[in-house]
C-alpha cells in the first residue's frame, strides 16, 4: 500500500517475512514424546479395584468359598506349625478353572499368560502367576473329590428349588479327542513305536544328571516317560478291540478315543459325553463320557447316575430316537421312570428303503401275503417265500422269508421287484413288535405326550450348545477316558454355577441366603 508520503505498509515484505517463517518451521522436525523402554517402572495398583463390584469372578470365588473343599486337601502335608512350603488353595485354582472354562479357556498354559495381564485372572490370584502345570495336575488329580463337588453344587441347587427331578432330559454329544484322525495304527506299528520309545527314555535318565538346564532335562524326560506310557495303554486297547475285531486300529496319541460320526457327517477320533438336564431351571444334574458311538446303551447308566447323585430317580426321562430300543423301554418300566420318546416312523423308513433298491410299489413287502398255516408269504406274482429264520431288533422281532432264485430269475416283474439281486431270491421281513413297545407307541401317539417330547430340544440341548460355543469345549484338552471324563465334569460344574449365578441375579437375596 501506497501514500503520498511513501510506503506506509511494505505488505509484500511483511507477506515475504511470514512465508520465510513457514517454511523454516516447515523444515523443523516435529518433536514427540521418547518412549523410554529400558527403563523400570513401578505402579501402585489397587488389587480390589482391577474389576468391577458385579464381575462374574467375584461371585465364582464367593460361591466356591462356601463349598465344603477337604476332598481336595486330603493328602495335604504342608500343614500349619511345620515347615515346607505352603500350597496353592484349592478354593482359588477351582475359582481360577471355573471362571476359565466360563470364559471359553480350557488350557492350563493360557490361564497362566491371562495371570500375567487379564484383570479378573490378577484379582483372583492377588497379582501372583499361578504356574501351567499346578493348573494341570489340579485338573485331573482330583477324581473324587471333584465328583463329589459336583454332587455338592446339586445338593445346594435342589435346596434352592432349581432342581426338581420331576422331568430329566439324556442327550448325547460327541466331542472331538485331543488326537488326529491320522494316528490310528495297528498293533505291529505300536509295538514297534514302544520298542523305540523304550531307549531314550533310558538315555534321558542318563543324562538328566549332567545337563547344564536340569528344567529342560526333565520335561524332555517327562514328554518320554507320557509317549511310553500312552503307546503301553495303545497296547492294552487292543485287547478289549480285538475280541470283536481283528484288525483293529489305535491311536497312539489318544488309545481310549474312538472314531464316531459328527454331526457334519464326518468322522472323527472322539468321546460320547452324555448329559442329563433337569427341566425346572435346566441344570445338568449327571454326566458322563462312553466310548461308545451310538447312545442305546446309555440310558440306563444315565437313569443310576442321577439316582447317585440325588438318592432317587427322576420320574420321567425324555430322549431322542437314539435311545428308544425295547430294552430301554423294558428298563425305564422296572424302574419306575415314564419314558418319552419318539415313535420310529417305520412306514417311511420302509419306503426310503425301497427308493434307494429300486423296488416298484407295486411289489412293497406289504403286498406278498401271508399264510400262517404254512408260515409262508405269496408274492404278486404268485410264487412262495419260505421262512428262512428269525433276527431281534431293538424293538421287534423279525421273521425272514425269501423266494426261490429259480423263481425270480425267470420273473417278468424282476426288474421292479428285485433288480439289485444276482445270487439270491427276493426276501421280505415280518416284524413282531413286543407288547411293551406297542404300548409306548400307543402312548407317543397322545397330544400329551407328543407336547412334552416337543420341549426336549430346548431343555437337552441347550447344555451341550453351551458347552461347545461358549465354553469352547470342541475338542478336549487331556487324553484318556478318565481325565476327558473329569474335564466334562469341569466344563459341566461351570455351566451350573454360571446358571446359578444367573438365577440369583434375577432373584438377588433369596438364593444367596441358601448359601450363607
Ligand atoms: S421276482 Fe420273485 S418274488 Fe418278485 S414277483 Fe417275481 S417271483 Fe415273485
Known amino acids: 500500500m501506497q501514500s503520498e508520503q511513501g510506503v506506509l505498509l511494505e505488505l509484500p515484505s511483511v507477506q515475504k517475512s511470514r512465508e520465510t517463517v513457514d517454511n523454516a ?19 501402585a495398583i489397587n488389587v480390589e479395584r482391577l474389576i468391577a463390584k458385579d464381575h462374574p469372578v467375584r461371585a465364582i470365588w464367593d460361591f466356591v468359598g462356601h463349598l465344603d473343599l477337604s476332598g481336595f486337601t486330603k493328602h495335604v502335608r504342608a500343614v500349619e506349625g511345620f515347615a515346607g512350603r505352603p500350597l496353592l488353595n484349592p478354593q482359588l485354582l477351582i475359582s481360577l478353572w471355573i471362571y476359565a472354562y466360563s470364559q471359553g479357556v480350557g488350557s492350563a498354559r493360557a490361564i497362566e499368560r491371562l495371570c500375567n495381564y487379564d484383570p479378573a485372572y490378577q484379582w483372583l490370584t492377588g497379582m501372583e502367576v499361578v504356574n501351567a502345570h499346578s493348573l494341570s495336575d489340579f485338573r485331573v488329580q482330583h477324581e473324587e473329590a471333584l465328583k463329589a463337588l459336583f454332587v455338592q453344587v446339586l445338593a445346594l441347587l435342589s435346596a434352592d428349588g432349581l432342581i426338581t427331578l420331576e422331568r430329566v432330559t439324556q442327550d448325547g454329544t460327541k466331542i472331538r479327542a485331543s488326537a488326529a484322525s491320522d494316528s490310528f495304527r495297528g498293533k505291529d506299528r505300536i509295538e514297534e513305536a514302544l520298542k523305540a520309545a ?30 511310553k506310557d500312552r503307546l503301553e495303554s495303545a497296547l492294552n486297547e487292543f485287547e478289549k478291540l480285538e475280541a470283536d475285531n481283528k484288525k483293529a486300529r489305535v491311536s497312539m496319541t489318544d488309545p481310549e478315543a474312538r472314531v464316531m460320526k459328527q454331526p457334519d457327517g464326518g468322522f472323527a477320533p472322539s468321546f460320547n459325553v452324555q448329559l442329563n438336564t433337569d427341566s425346572a431351571q435346566g441344570v445338568v444334574v449327571a454326566v458322563d463320557v462312553t466310548q461308545a458311538g451310538n447312545d442305546f446303551e446309555q440310558l440306563t447308566a444315565g437313569i443310576e447316575r442321577v439316582e447317585q447323585n440325588f438318592g432317587k430317580a427322576p420320574k420321567q426321562v425324555v430322549a431322542d430316537g437314539g435311545y428308544v430300543s425295547r430294552d430301554n423301554i423294558v ?47 405269496r408274492c404278486p406274482q404268485g410264487k412262495t417265500l419260505h421262512y428262512e429264520g428269525k433276527e431281534g431288533h431293538n424293538s421287534q422281532v423279525s421273521y425272514k422269508y425269501r423266494a426261490e432264485m429259480a423263481d425270480c430269475k425267470t420273473c417278468p416283474a424282476k426288474g421292479q421287484c428285485c433288480p439289485g439281486n444276482q ?39 441347550t447344555p451341550n450348545l453351551w458347552i461347545k460355543a461358549k465354553f469352547g469345549l470342541r475338542q478336549f484338552c487331556v487324553r484318556g477316558l478318565r481325565k476327558v471324563g473329569m474335564e466334562a465334569l469341569w466344563v459341566c460344574l461351570t455351566y451350573n454355577i454360571r446358571l446359578w449365578i444367573r438365577l440369583r441375579l434375577r432373584k438377588e437375596g433369596t438364593v444367596a441366603t441358601a448359601t450363607a
Open 25 to 43: 518451521e516447515a523444515t523443523r522436525k516435529p518433536r514427540f514424546q521418547q518412549i523410554d523402554r529400558e527403563q523400570l517402572s513401578w505402579r
Open 198 to 227: 523304550q531307549e531314550p527314555v533310558e538315555a534321558v535318565n542318563q543324562l538328566s544328571e549332567e545337563e547344564s538346564s536340569r528344567r529342560e532335562a526333565k520335561a524332555r524326560e517327562r514328554a518320554q516317560r507320557e509317549r
Open 331 to 377: 428298563q425305564m418300566e422296572s424302574r419306575e421312570v415314564e419314558f418319552i420318546g419318539p415313535q420310529c416312523d417305520e412306514a417311511s423308513k420302509g419306503k426310503s428303503s425301497y427308493e434307494g433298491r429300486g423296488v416298484s410299489p407295486e411289489y412293497y413287502s406289504a403286498l406278498f401275503v401271508y399264510d400262517a398255516a404254512t408260515n409262508s408269504f
Open 423 to 461: 445270487v439270491s431270491g427276493r426276501s421280505i421281513q415280518r416284524t413282531e413288535e413286543f407288547p411293551e413297545v406297542a404300548a409306548f407307541r400307543q402312548k407317543m401317539q397322545t397330544e400329551e405326550a407328543r407336547k412334552i417330547y416337543r420341549q426336549r430340544p430346548q431343555i437337552a440341548e
